[in-house]
């Protein structure tokens, strides 16, 4: 008996360089690349990110701002351009402080 496994299967790839000069500044790339291993189709964007990271009151937060610009996609309705802004808050790591105090 056939076992039915779904309608596609794919796999990510993702590489990253971040360039960090200072003063909270980031700028980077960092694609995430797509391969449909039953179309064999990829999704493969050009990446460019910059971040900044500012104090609100005592919380440290993350602005970035992203762009993708997809070079090769799987047909005429895929994805051309993605932007988008994250705001992330920068948490205390926790792990971190309890590792630091075993030692």
Do not use: C, H
């Amino acid at each position: 008996m056939a076992r039915y496994y779904g309608y596609y299967s794919t796999s990510q790839l993702q590489v990253f360089l971040k360039l960090l000069p200072g003063d909270g500044w980031a700028v980077g790339t960092s694609p995430i690349m797509n391969y449909d291993w039953k179309a064999e189709e990829w999704t493969v964007p050009l990446n460019l990110d910059v971040s900044k990271t500012v104090m609100f009151g005592n919380l440290p937060v993350k602005l970035e701002f992203e762009a993708n610009y997809y070079v090769v996609q799987p047909d005429l309705f895929g994805p051309e351009w993605m932007i988008g802004f994250n705001i992330t808050p920068v948490v205390p790591n926790v792990i971190e402080k309890w590792i630091k105090g075993l030692f």
